[in-house]
């Protein structure tokens, strides 16, 4: 960066701040005069001035764009999440509560091994690509490319050998017969297709959004599709594995095929040479990085995908089957909170790339009020008319899912709150912190509460577990990225 580029920089911070200061005294001020007026008048001169805050937030470039692309991927997740809520009530309905938790430990335990074993490679190439982006270089790019492609490979000749051969080992944990584990063996082969995490990296980092949010509604349209097909003509229990897997595999090769066009088209592929020679060169610590991260999203998959396999591993298929329910609907209720994450990481990369820490702590404050008021709100919906809900569009085999699906929705709201910490720390390269805070939560708060009370209470035990682990993480992860935050703002020319 050049002088002139640091004080236009330096010019534009001091010009974000004189109006941020502004705008607080002229709260501070018309809400003095509130307390002396009449309740109505004070009432209206509040609504204003929330209006008049909400309007400033999103009068900022990088806040506004955040919740643009958010807002984009969200109108396709909408869509998304009501297809998925019909393939599972298709499934339940077609299948009971028993065959249907035994499917969902199927697709579970791929799910689970294939994120146990594979790099989360878009990550990395975020993280590094922000910086590659703007070398000279061309080659600095594309080695990055490479690297998180051998990533990629890694992780999916680990998984699917790993899947395949461990189906008859925990097989009978979970009450699998043998037919049950030569399905979840060939359904293993699914990782070549859905692990590939590089494409999903450069459509982010290029802000093709657009593309993720169509690309995202492949596969659960083609299983909607297929299992109506499975219910259509009484398939059995492998009929609706084979509607799942056809499903995945399209959406996986359809991410594949826009993230290479897509680089392409920027023109990162010229003369790129297929030498897989010092790769990480000009990357320093992105080994490190990688390996921090993969950590990081492993055991993310405890409190996610693998709290299902162990509610099936302590109590069983129908049990497996309640919590599968109740985590999907809660997860469609919050997945604004994933949009956000995934558009607002290139953002704090962007600025943590330039050094503008200043600017963490607004961006941080302000998403997660918006994404806590909102999770209050579905949090209080879900209380009054969960069961309803349930009952209507699964059948009454599965309001039994109500009680878990309110502590669910509980916990995530606590993780809306705080989506933006996590980014927040990978952008200011601290992977480190949420790993060793998710650390403790799973193994010294999740999974020991889930062992002792999912035998006890079933699905609702599991619930309270993810609330309690949920509520950890929020506070620990509140602490340090604070930390953090002060001493970059204290030393504003300091490095990542």
Not at 247 to 252: D, H
Request: glycine letters at 10%.
């Amino acid at each position: 960066m050049t002088y002139d580029s640091q004080e236009t920089s330096s010019s534009q911070s001091k010009v974000s701040q004189q109006k941020q200061e502004l705008c607080e005294r002229f709260i501070g001020h018309y809400t003095y005069l509130c307390k002396s007026t009449d309740p109505i008048i004070c009432h209206e001169m509040k609504n204003f001035l929330l209006f008049a805050m909400i309007k400033h937030w999103f009068s900022d470039g990088v806040f506004r764009r955040i919740f643009k692309n958010a807002g984009l991927m969200l109108t396709g997740r909408a869509a998304n999440g009501v297809m998925g809520l019909i393939t599972l009530s298709i499934m339940a309905r077609g299948l009971g509560a028993e065959v249907f938790g035994i499917v969902v430990l199927v697709q579970t335990y791929v799910l689970v091994i294939s994120g146990l074993t594979t790099f989360q490679s878009w990550q990395a190439l975020i993280r590094y690509g922000a910086i590659s982006l703007k070398s000279e270089d061309p080659c600095e790019f594309q080695n990055l490319l490479k690297f998180t492609m051998v990533l990629d490979v890694i992780g999916i000749v680990i998984g699917v050998a790993v899947g395949y051969l461990a189906a008859p080992l925990i097989g009978p944990f979970l009450k699998w017969n043998s037919d049950v584990v030569v399905y979840a063996q060939a359904y293993s082969f699914l990782t070549l297709f859905t692990v590939i995490a590089t494409p999903i990296g450069v459509l982010r980092l290029f802000d093709r959004f657009d593309l993720l949010t169509f690309q995202a509604s492949i596969a659960p349209l083609c299983r909607m599709i297929g299992v109506s097909i499975a219910l259509a003509l009484e398939a059995p229990l492998w009929g609706y594995l084979v509607a799942w897997f056809v499903a995945g595999s399209v959406g996986g090769i359809a991410l594949i095929v826009l993230g290479w066009l897509e680089v392409s088209r920027r023109g990162r592929l010229v003369n790129m040479s297929w030498s897989f020679r010092g790769l990480s060169r000009g990357h320093d610590s992105i080994w490190r990085f990688s390996i921090v991260s993969n950590f990081h999203s492993s055991l993310q998959l405890v409190t996610g995908h693998m709290a299902v396999f162990l509610v099936g591993f302590v109590a069983g298929p129908t049990a497996a089957g309640l919590y599968k329910i109740a985590k999907d609907v809660s997860t469609t209720l919050t997945k604004p909170a994933e949009m956000l994450n995934q558009s607002i990481y290139p953002e704090f990369a962007r600025l943590g790339s330039e050094a503008h820490w200043h600017a963490f702590p607004r961006l941080i404050l302000r998403s997660g009020a918006l994404g806590g008021g909102a999770g209050l709100t579905l949090l209080a919906i879900c209380y009054v008319a969960g069961e309803a809900f349930l009952s209507l569009i699964f059948g009454a085999d599965f309001t039994a899912a109500s009680g878990v699906l309110t502590l669910l929705v509980a916990a995530a709201t606590l993780t809306i709150a705080g989506f933006s910490m996590d980014p927040a720390l990978y952008a200011m390269g601290r992977p480190g912190i949420p790993l060793q805070v998710n650390i403790v939560a799973v193994l010294g708060v999740f999974l020991p509460l889930l062992i002792f009370l999912g035998d006890r209470r079933g699905a609702d035990g599991a619930g309270i577990a993810a609330l309690a682990s949920s509520a950890f993480i929020f506070l620990a992860m509140s602490l340090f990225t604070t930390l953090e935050l002060r001493k970059r703002i204290a030393t504003p020319l300091s490095g990542v």
